[in-house]
């Protein structure tokens, strides 16, 4: 069974700071997924990291994706109130054809 | 990227009843998921819908509970039946579409059991 851990669950930071979230996952799979929800939302596709090494950059938000080690990271640079939302990773298994695994999700909170 | 339309986008429902979710995509797709969000927490697969074929399910999830029906390549219905206060979530249909194997989801359907 595919697990997808996230950590920190909660995250509470000043502007201006940088921090990073991280995402294990428990089998192979070169397919991670990175999303934010607002509150009361749907979700909003920020990356989607395909091969070992992957980097992708988003103002500031910046993913990458380690297939060796089974993790990924989502950094946060110079942190601004309007990034206060809760983050998943997600893992695709199947190629397509078996859905997303959701990590329990990082509630982010930035304080002016 | 395909465009999911997806209603209601929220009900008030009495214990005891059914909804009928629908998701309607604006492209051909061969698979839709179905999810469940319940308060607080992350998300969950509850089934796979292929058109011509029984959805599967997946660990937790019945057909009796949660049929679903997909008519043709651009739509696809959830049903939460025999209703009661633990069904209420956020359910979320999704598809894979555009080139980059992305997963694009519908707005979500906020369902409250009284």
């Known amino acids: 069974e595919l697990k997808v851990e996230q950590n920190p669950l909660f995250l509470s930071m000043q502007e201006g700071k940088n921090y990073t979230i991280y995402c294990n996952y428990s089998?192979?799979?070169?397919?991670l997924y990175w999303y934010r929800q607002d509150p009361g939302k749907s979700l909003e596709s920020l990356f989607v990291?395909?091969?070992?090494?992957a980097v992708k950059q988003e103002g500031r938000l910046m993913a990458s994706l380690d297939t060796k080690a089974r993790l990924s990271t989502l950094h946060i640079t110079a942190a601004v109130h309007d990034l206060s939302a809760t983050y998943f990773c997600?893992?695709?298994?199947?190629?397509?054809?078996?859905?997303?695994?959701f990590g329990k999700g990082t509630h982010l909170i930035i304080q002016p | 990227s395909a465009v999911i339309s997806q209603k209601p986008s929220r009900d008030i429902c009495q214990r005891g009843t059914s909804l009928t979710i629908q998701c309607q995509v604006d492209?051909?797709?061969?698979?839709m998921f179905w999810y469940r969000q319940q308060p607080g927490q992350s998300l969950t697969l509850i089934a796979t819908a292929n058109q011509g074929s029984e959805a599967t399910y997946e660990s937790g999830f019945v057909i009796d509970k949660f049929p679903i029906s997909r008519p043709n390549l651009t739509f696809s219905t959830l049903t939460v039946s025999n209703m009661s206060p633990e069904d209420s979530s956020i359910y979320l249909c999704?598809?894979?579409?555009?080139?980059?194997?992305?997963?694009?989801f519908g707005s979500g359907t906020r369902l409250t059991v009284v």
């Open positions: 999704s598809v894979v579409s555009g080139g980059n194997y992305g997963y694009t």
């Open positions: 990291l395909l091969s070992n090494g």
């Open positions: 089998t192979t799979s070169d397919r």
């Open positions: 492209s051909q797709v061969t698979m």
């Open positions: 997600a893992v695709d298994s199947g190629g397509g054809a078996d859905g997303l695994t």
